[in-house]
Protein backbone atom coordinates (compact mmCIF):
# COMPACT_ATOMS: atom_id res chain seq x y z
CA UNK A 1 0.00 0.00 0.00
CA UNK A 2 1.36 3.29 -1.08
CA UNK A 3 0.02 6.42 1.29
CA UNK A 4 1.03 9.81 0.31
CA UNK A 5 1.10 12.49 3.12
CA UNK A 6 0.93 16.23 2.52
CA UNK A 7 2.27 18.42 4.64
CA UNK A 8 1.88 21.82 5.25
CA UNK A 9 -1.43 22.27 3.27
CA UNK A 10 -2.88 25.96 3.68
CA UNK A 11 -6.28 25.96 2.75
CA UNK A 12 -6.00 29.45 1.17
CA UNK A 13 -3.23 29.02 -1.10
CA UNK A 14 -2.60 25.54 -1.56
CA UNK A 15 -5.75 24.56 -3.32
CA UNK A 16 -4.72 23.94 -6.40
CA UNK A 17 -1.26 22.50 -5.76
CA UNK A 18 -2.88 20.28 -3.15
CA UNK A 19 -5.33 18.91 -5.57
CA UNK A 20 -3.05 18.20 -7.80
CA UNK A 21 -0.89 16.22 -5.38
CA UNK A 22 -3.86 13.90 -4.68
CA UNK A 23 -4.23 13.39 -8.66
CA UNK A 24 -0.83 12.63 -9.21
CA UNK A 25 -0.91 10.14 -6.33
CA UNK A 26 -3.87 8.68 -7.55
CA UNK A 27 -2.78 8.66 -11.32
CA UNK A 28 0.37 7.05 -10.57
CA UNK A 29 -1.25 3.97 -8.48
CA UNK A 30 -0.56 5.26 -4.32
CA UNK A 31 -3.93 4.26 -2.56
CA UNK A 32 -4.53 7.21 -0.42
CA UNK A 33 -3.59 10.56 0.45
CA UNK A 34 -3.64 12.28 4.04
CA UNK A 35 -3.74 15.97 4.37
CA UNK A 36 -2.56 17.66 7.65
CA UNK A 37 -4.57 20.56 8.11
CA UNK A 38 -8.98 20.17 7.24
CA UNK A 39 -9.95 20.84 4.10
CA UNK A 40 -13.87 19.65 2.87
CA UNK A 41 -13.87 20.99 -0.20
CA UNK A 42 -10.41 19.80 -0.86
CA UNK A 43 -12.33 16.16 0.08
CA UNK A 44 -15.07 17.25 -1.46
CA UNK A 45 -13.55 17.76 -5.41
CA UNK A 46 -11.16 14.61 -4.97
CA UNK A 47 -14.34 12.40 -4.24
CA UNK A 48 -16.03 13.50 -7.60
CA UNK A 49 -12.60 13.38 -9.52
CA UNK A 50 -12.72 9.38 -8.20
CA UNK A 51 -16.99 9.74 -8.17
CA UNK A 52 -16.44 9.91 -12.27
CA UNK A 53 -13.50 8.34 -13.29
CA UNK A 54 -13.15 5.02 -11.20
CA UNK A 55 -11.17 3.37 -8.81
CA UNK A 56 -11.34 3.01 -4.96
CA UNK A 57 -8.87 6.39 -4.14
CA UNK A 58 -9.19 7.98 -0.64
CA UNK A 59 -8.56 11.03 0.89
CA UNK A 60 -8.54 12.15 4.69
CA UNK A 61 -8.02 15.95 5.78
CA UNK A 62 -7.10 17.03 9.14
CA UNK A 63 -4.65 14.54 9.93
CA UNK A 64 -2.55 13.87 13.61
CA UNK A 65 0.53 13.11 10.84
CA UNK A 66 2.41 12.53 14.39
CA UNK A 67 0.16 9.86 15.48
CA UNK A 68 -0.10 8.59 12.39
CA UNK A 69 3.70 7.90 11.91
CA UNK A 70 3.71 6.09 15.39
CA UNK A 71 1.31 3.81 14.15
CA UNK A 72 2.97 3.04 10.59
CA UNK A 73 4.74 0.05 10.20
CA UNK A 74 6.08 0.25 6.12
CA UNK A 75 8.79 2.48 5.07
CA UNK A 76 8.88 6.13 5.29
CA UNK A 77 10.33 8.14 2.27
CA UNK A 78 10.56 12.24 2.36
CA UNK A 79 10.62 13.66 -0.80
CA UNK A 80 13.37 16.49 -0.60
CA UNK A 81 15.62 18.19 -2.45
CA UNK A 82 18.45 17.59 0.52
CA UNK A 83 18.03 13.89 0.36
CA UNK A 84 20.02 11.01 -1.67
CA UNK A 85 19.17 10.71 -5.34
CA UNK A 86 16.64 8.83 -6.06
CA UNK A 87 18.31 6.27 -8.73
CA UNK A 88 20.81 5.35 -5.67
CA UNK A 89 17.57 4.01 -3.42
CA UNK A 90 15.05 2.90 -6.02
CA UNK A 91 15.63 -0.66 -5.92
CA UNK A 92 15.91 -1.10 -2.45
CA UNK A 93 12.99 0.58 -2.01
CA UNK A 94 11.19 -1.28 -4.61
CA UNK A 95 10.84 -4.54 -2.46
CA UNK A 96 9.26 -2.33 0.20
CA UNK A 97 5.58 -2.90 -0.08
CA UNK A 98 4.27 -0.48 2.33
CA UNK A 99 5.42 3.06 1.41
CA UNK A 100 4.23 6.24 3.38
CA UNK A 101 5.27 8.86 0.73
CA UNK A 102 5.66 12.22 2.39
CA UNK A 103 5.71 15.48 0.50
CA UNK A 104 5.92 19.28 1.93
CA UNK A 105 4.72 22.46 0.69
CA UNK A 106 6.82 25.57 2.11
CA UNK A 107 8.86 24.19 4.99
CA UNK A 108 8.80 20.60 6.15
CA UNK A 109 9.38 20.33 9.82
CA UNK A 110 13.25 19.01 11.06
CA UNK A 111 11.53 16.10 12.68
CA UNK A 112 10.80 14.19 9.36
CA UNK A 113 13.74 14.26 8.00
CA UNK A 114 14.94 12.18 11.32
CA UNK A 115 11.48 9.91 11.06
CA UNK A 116 12.05 9.54 7.60
CA UNK A 117 14.33 5.78 6.67
CA UNK A 118 15.23 7.45 3.10
CA UNK A 119 15.28 11.39 2.14
CA UNK A 120 15.24 11.23 -1.44
CA UNK A 121 15.72 13.84 -3.79
CA UNK A 122 14.67 13.82 -7.28
CA UNK A 123 17.51 16.14 -8.77
CA UNK A 124 18.90 18.40 -5.80
CA UNK A 125 17.48 21.63 -7.81
CA UNK A 126 14.33 22.83 -6.18
CA UNK A 127 10.80 22.42 -7.87
CA UNK A 128 7.79 21.21 -6.91
CA UNK A 129 5.95 18.00 -4.36
CA UNK A 130 3.96 17.62 -8.03
CA UNK A 131 6.46 16.82 -10.05
CA UNK A 132 8.52 14.94 -7.34
CA UNK A 133 5.88 13.17 -6.14
CA UNK A 134 5.37 12.09 -9.96
CA UNK A 135 8.52 11.30 -10.94
CA UNK A 136 9.09 9.04 -7.41
CA UNK A 137 5.79 6.86 -8.19
CA UNK A 138 6.52 6.34 -11.98
CA UNK A 139 10.07 4.70 -11.21
CA UNK A 140 9.24 2.81 -8.36
CA UNK A 141 6.20 1.11 -10.52
CA UNK A 142 7.77 1.39 -13.26
CA UNK A 143 5.60 2.41 -15.49
CA UNK A 144 2.89 0.44 -14.52
CA UNK A 145 0.09 3.31 -13.91
CA UNK A 146 0.29 2.88 -17.76
CA UNK A 147 -2.04 -0.20 -17.54
CA UNK A 148 -4.25 -0.15 -15.27
CA UNK A 149 -7.45 0.19 -16.14
CA UNK A 150 -10.43 1.95 -14.25
CA UNK A 151 -14.07 1.71 -13.78
CA UNK A 152 -15.55 4.99 -13.92
CA UNK A 153 -19.11 6.48 -15.28
CA UNK A 154 -16.92 8.15 -18.07
CA UNK A 155 -14.48 6.47 -19.89
CA UNK A 156 -11.69 8.58 -22.39
CA UNK A 157 -11.23 6.53 -25.84
CA UNK A 158 -7.47 7.88 -26.76
CA UNK A 159 -7.54 9.43 -30.17
CA UNK A 160 -5.36 11.07 -32.23
CA UNK A 161 -7.30 14.71 -32.42
CA UNK A 162 -10.72 15.95 -30.22
CA UNK A 163 -12.22 14.53 -27.65
CA UNK A 164 -13.85 10.79 -27.54
CA UNK A 165 -15.47 10.35 -23.79
CA UNK A 166 -17.95 7.36 -23.12
CA UNK A 167 -20.40 7.89 -20.80
CA UNK A 168 -21.53 4.56 -18.76
CA UNK A 169 -24.18 5.64 -16.35
CA UNK A 170 -27.52 3.99 -17.02
CA UNK A 171 -30.53 5.75 -17.28
CA UNK A 172 -33.26 5.63 -14.62
CA UNK A 173 -35.56 4.03 -17.69
CA UNK A 174 -32.17 1.33 -17.87
CA UNK A 175 -32.21 0.75 -14.30
CA UNK A 176 -35.79 0.00 -13.73
CA UNK A 177 -35.32 -2.74 -16.75
CA UNK A 178 -31.76 -3.80 -15.03
CA UNK A 179 -33.85 -4.54 -11.47
CA UNK A 180 -36.52 -6.44 -13.66
CA UNK A 181 -34.47 -8.47 -15.34
CA UNK A 182 -32.10 -9.62 -12.18
CA UNK A 183 -35.40 -10.41 -10.78
CA UNK A 184 -36.30 -8.32 -7.73
CA UNK A 185 -39.66 -8.19 -6.99
CA UNK A 186 -42.40 -5.09 -8.12
CA UNK A 187 -42.68 -4.62 -4.24
CA UNK A 188 -38.78 -4.05 -4.21
CA UNK A 189 -38.88 -1.84 -7.45
CA UNK A 190 -41.22 0.49 -5.75
CA UNK A 191 -39.41 0.78 -3.02
CA UNK A 192 -36.10 1.55 -4.66
CA UNK A 193 -38.48 4.32 -6.25
CA UNK A 194 -39.22 5.96 -3.54
CA UNK A 195 -35.65 6.20 -1.87
CA UNK A 196 -34.76 7.81 -5.01
CA UNK A 197 -37.22 10.38 -4.51
CA UNK A 198 -35.98 11.04 -1.03
CA UNK A 199 -32.15 10.52 -2.11
CA UNK A 200 -32.56 13.63 -4.52
CA UNK A 201 -34.47 15.52 -2.31
CA UNK A 202 -31.83 15.36 0.53
CA UNK A 203 -29.09 15.79 -2.72
CA UNK A 204 -30.92 19.18 -4.10
CA UNK A 205 -29.82 20.67 -0.68
CA UNK A 206 -26.19 19.76 -1.35
CA UNK A 207 -23.44 19.42 -4.33
CA UNK A 208 -23.74 15.89 -4.59
CA UNK A 209 -23.74 14.21 -8.53
CA UNK A 210 -27.73 14.44 -8.82
CA UNK A 211 -27.40 11.60 -11.53
CA UNK A 212 -24.74 9.21 -9.36
CA UNK A 213 -27.39 9.83 -6.53
CA UNK A 214 -30.27 8.76 -8.66
CA UNK A 215 -28.73 5.71 -9.97
CA UNK A 216 -27.32 4.17 -6.39
CA UNK A 217 -30.90 4.81 -5.37
CA UNK A 218 -32.71 2.54 -7.97
CA UNK A 219 -30.05 0.09 -8.18
CA UNK A 220 -29.30 0.43 -3.93
CA UNK A 221 -31.64 -2.55 -3.38
CA UNK A 222 -30.62 -5.05 -6.73
CA UNK A 223 -28.95 -7.86 -4.08
CA UNK A 224 -32.62 -8.23 -3.36
CA UNK A 225 -33.10 -10.32 -6.33
CA UNK A 226 -31.04 -12.72 -4.57
CA UNK A 227 -31.56 -12.54 -0.90
CA UNK A 228 -33.52 -10.32 1.90
CA UNK A 229 -30.59 -11.20 4.36
CA UNK A 230 -27.82 -8.34 5.65
CA UNK A 231 -25.83 -9.81 2.66
CA UNK A 232 -28.17 -7.90 0.56
CA UNK A 233 -25.39 -5.16 0.11
CA UNK A 234 -22.23 -7.76 -0.87
CA UNK A 235 -24.56 -9.49 -3.11
CA UNK A 236 -25.66 -6.83 -5.31
CA UNK A 237 -22.75 -5.28 -4.99
CA UNK A 238 -21.50 -8.90 -7.02
CA UNK A 239 -24.42 -8.45 -9.62
CA UNK A 240 -23.59 -4.99 -10.34
CA UNK A 241 -19.41 -6.16 -11.24
CA UNK A 242 -21.05 -8.81 -13.20
CA UNK A 243 -23.04 -5.66 -15.25
CA UNK A 244 -19.96 -4.18 -15.26
CA UNK A 245 -21.50 -1.02 -13.50
CA UNK A 246 -18.87 2.05 -12.32
CA UNK A 247 -17.20 1.44 -9.03
CA UNK A 248 -19.23 4.35 -7.42
CA UNK A 249 -22.56 2.54 -8.01
CA UNK A 250 -20.79 -0.52 -6.57
CA UNK A 251 -19.53 0.95 -3.78
CA UNK A 252 -23.11 2.59 -3.30
CA UNK A 253 -24.89 -0.71 -3.27
CA UNK A 254 -22.32 -2.17 -0.70
CA UNK A 255 -22.09 0.27 1.79
CA UNK A 256 -26.02 1.52 1.45
CA UNK A 257 -27.41 -0.97 4.86
CA UNK A 258 -28.03 1.34 8.11
CA UNK A 259 -25.75 3.77 8.55
CA UNK A 260 -22.73 1.67 7.07
CA UNK A 261 -21.09 -1.59 9.23
CA UNK A 262 -17.74 -0.99 10.40
CA UNK A 263 -15.34 -3.76 9.98
CA UNK A 264 -15.89 -5.39 13.46
CA UNK A 265 -19.45 -5.22 13.21
CA UNK A 266 -19.05 -7.19 9.95
CA UNK A 267 -16.90 -9.99 10.83
CA UNK A 268 -19.51 -10.72 13.74
CA UNK A 269 -22.42 -10.90 11.41
CA UNK A 270 -20.18 -13.20 9.20
CA UNK A 271 -19.72 -10.82 6.40
CA UNK A 272 -16.48 -10.84 4.53
CA UNK A 273 -14.28 -8.85 6.86
CA UNK A 274 -13.99 -4.86 5.14
CA UNK A 275 -15.32 -1.53 6.55
CA UNK A 276 -18.83 -1.37 4.87
CA UNK A 277 -19.17 2.20 5.97
CA UNK A 278 -20.37 4.85 3.53
CA UNK A 279 -17.88 7.50 2.89
CA UNK A 280 -18.42 9.79 0.30
CA UNK A 281 -21.11 12.08 0.33
CA UNK A 282 -23.26 10.09 -2.18
CA UNK A 283 -23.13 7.02 -0.32
CA UNK A 284 -23.91 8.49 2.02
CA UNK A 285 -27.36 10.02 0.96
CA UNK A 286 -28.69 6.67 -0.62
CA UNK A 287 -27.88 5.04 2.77
CA UNK A 288 -30.07 7.51 4.93
CA UNK A 289 -32.33 8.22 2.43
CA UNK A 290 -32.92 4.25 2.38
CA UNK A 291 -33.12 4.67 6.40
CA UNK A 292 -35.70 7.55 5.89
CA UNK A 293 -37.96 5.11 4.14
CA UNK A 294 -39.71 2.16 5.67
CA UNK A 295 -42.55 0.71 3.71
CA UNK A 296 -41.98 3.18 0.96
CA UNK A 297 -42.98 5.94 3.70
CA UNK A 298 -41.05 8.99 5.01
CA UNK A 299 -40.35 8.03 8.27
CA UNK A 300 -38.91 10.42 11.03
CA UNK A 301 -35.53 9.28 12.00
CA UNK A 302 -36.44 9.60 15.95
CA UNK A 303 -38.68 6.43 14.97
CA UNK A 304 -36.03 4.14 13.66
CA UNK A 305 -33.60 5.22 16.08
CA UNK A 306 -36.07 4.34 19.10
CA UNK A 307 -36.66 1.08 17.04
CA UNK A 308 -33.51 0.67 17.28
CA UNK A 309 -32.70 1.11 20.78
CA UNK A 310 -35.22 -1.21 22.23
CA UNK A 311 -33.59 -3.80 19.90
CA UNK A 312 -30.52 -3.15 22.36
CA UNK A 313 -28.50 -2.09 18.55
CA UNK A 314 -26.93 0.76 20.62
CA UNK A 315 -24.04 1.65 18.43
CA UNK A 316 -26.31 1.27 15.18
CA UNK A 317 -28.56 3.96 16.83
CA UNK A 318 -25.68 5.86 17.28
CA UNK A 319 -24.76 5.88 13.90
CA UNK A 320 -28.27 6.45 12.33
CA UNK A 321 -27.94 10.09 14.52
CA UNK A 322 -24.59 10.56 13.50
CA UNK A 323 -25.34 10.58 9.74
CA UNK A 324 -28.93 11.90 10.12
CA UNK A 325 -27.25 15.09 12.15
CA UNK A 326 -24.52 15.18 9.27
CA UNK A 327 -26.44 15.68 6.19
CA UNK A 328 -28.50 17.77 8.27
CA UNK A 329 -25.91 20.31 8.78
CA UNK A 330 -24.23 19.97 5.30
CA UNK A 331 -28.63 20.54 3.98
CA UNK A 332 -28.62 23.23 6.61
CA UNK A 333 -31.79 22.22 8.06
CA UNK A 334 -33.08 18.97 9.40
CA UNK A 335 -34.01 16.31 6.83
CA UNK A 336 -37.39 15.12 9.18
CA UNK A 337 -38.22 19.33 8.27
CA UNK A 338 -36.96 18.87 4.46
CA UNK A 339 -39.20 15.52 3.73
CA UNK A 340 -41.82 17.08 4.90
CA UNK A 341 -41.34 20.07 2.78
CA UNK A 342 -43.63 19.86 -0.81
N1 LIG B 1 12.73 24.22 0.68
C1 LIG B 1 11.76 23.19 0.51
C2 LIG B 1 12.32 21.80 0.84
O1 LIG B 1 12.42 21.53 2.04
O2 LIG B 1 12.58 20.97 -0.02
C3 LIG B 1 11.18 23.26 -0.90
C4 LIG B 1 9.71 23.40 -0.86
S1 LIG B 1 8.99 22.80 -2.34
C5 LIG B 1 8.14 24.19 -2.90
C6 LIG B 1 7.69 21.80 -1.78
C7 LIG B 1 7.98 20.34 -1.79
O3 LIG B 1 8.36 19.91 -3.07
C8 LIG B 1 9.10 19.87 -0.89
O4 LIG B 1 8.70 19.76 0.46
C9 LIG B 1 9.44 18.52 -1.50
O5 LIG B 1 8.59 17.50 -1.00
C10 LIG B 1 9.16 18.75 -2.99
N2 LIG B 1 10.39 18.98 -3.76
C11 LIG B 1 10.76 20.14 -4.35
N3 LIG B 1 11.92 19.98 -5.00
C12 LIG B 1 12.30 18.70 -4.81
C13 LIG B 1 13.42 17.95 -5.23
N4 LIG B 1 14.40 18.45 -5.99
N5 LIG B 1 13.48 16.64 -4.86
C14 LIG B 1 12.50 16.09 -4.10
N6 LIG B 1 11.44 16.78 -3.67
C15 LIG B 1 11.34 18.06 -4.02
Sequence with gaps: MIIVLRLGHRIDRDKRITT???????AFGAEKILVDNEDHSLERRIESIVNRFGGDFEIETGVNWKKFIKKWKGKIIHLTMYGLPLSRVIDEIRKEKDLLVIVGSEKVPREIYNLADYNISISNQPHSE???LAIFLDRYFQGEWERKRYNGI???KPSRKGKEVIDKLPTAEECIDILRKVGCSENVIEHCKKVREVALKIASCTDADKRIVEVGALLHDIGR????????GIE??????????PDVIIRIIENHLGAGIPREEA??????????V?????EKIVAHADNLVDDNQVIEIEDEIRKQIEKGNIDYAERLRKLHDELSRICGKDLNDLLKEK
Excluded at 20 to 26: D, F, M, P, S, T
Excluded at 267 to 276: D, M, R, T, V
Design 278 to 282: PKTLE
Design 236 to 245: GAKIARELNM
Design 20 to 26: HVALVAR
Design 267 to 276: EKLGLPPKNY
Design 130 to 132: VSA
Design 225 to 232: SRTHGIEH
Design 154 to 156: IEI
